[in-house]
């Protein structure tokens, strides 16, 4: 089932300027992939290379969290910080598609608050999202 963007577990990603205006997207996607390699020693020579599989796929993302845009962006952030925290694994789906073999776990977080009135409310922050394949 489709549902906006694509999502993370029960974070959707979206993008509605319908009243009322919601927008939870990502920037700057980037999966990369390994391969685990063994190295067997022989006697006089080289050693000889033996493919041992896949490694795991790591994705990064950037996110603008906005009060403007319809976000809360100190709940958003704190609900991505209790699931690395608890260790919680997710399905990863973009386009309605999903990514990898199996689930994602949240494995680094980097948030940056760009702007706080004058009662503490966090206004507009940036989040920085690692994720591990977990099989």
């Known amino acids: 089932m489709k549902i906006g963007l694509g999502a993370l577990g029960?974070?959707?990603f979206i993008s509605?300027?319908?009243?009322p205006i919601k927008v939870r997207t990502f920037q700057n996607f980037q999966r990369?992939?390994?391969a685990r390699w063994g190295?067997?020693?022989i006697h006089l020579q080289k050693p000889r290379s033996q493919f041992l599989g896949p490694g795991l796929d790591t994705i990064s993302f950037n996110m603008t969290l906005d009060a403007?845009?319809?976000m809360n962006p100190?709940?958003?952030m704190e609900k991505l910080l209790d699931y690395q925290r608890d260790g919680k694994v997710m399905l990863l789906q973009i386009g309605g598609k999903p990514l990898g073999q199996?689930?994602?776990k949240i494995t680094d977080l980097s948030q940056t608050w760009e702007?706080?009135?004058r009662e503490g409310n966090l206004l507009k922050a940036s989040l920085s999202v690692t994720l591990e394949e977990y099989v």
Request: net charge neutral.
């Open 10 to 12: 029960d974070v959707v």
């Open 16 to 19: 509605s300027f319908k009243t």
């Open 32 to 34: 990369d992939s390994t």
């Open 39 to 41: 190295s067997n020693d």
């Open 68 to 70: 403007r845009l319809g």
């Open 74 to 76: 100190r709940k958003e």
């Open 102 to 104: 199996g689930k994602w």
């Open 115 to 117: 702007s706080v009135d």
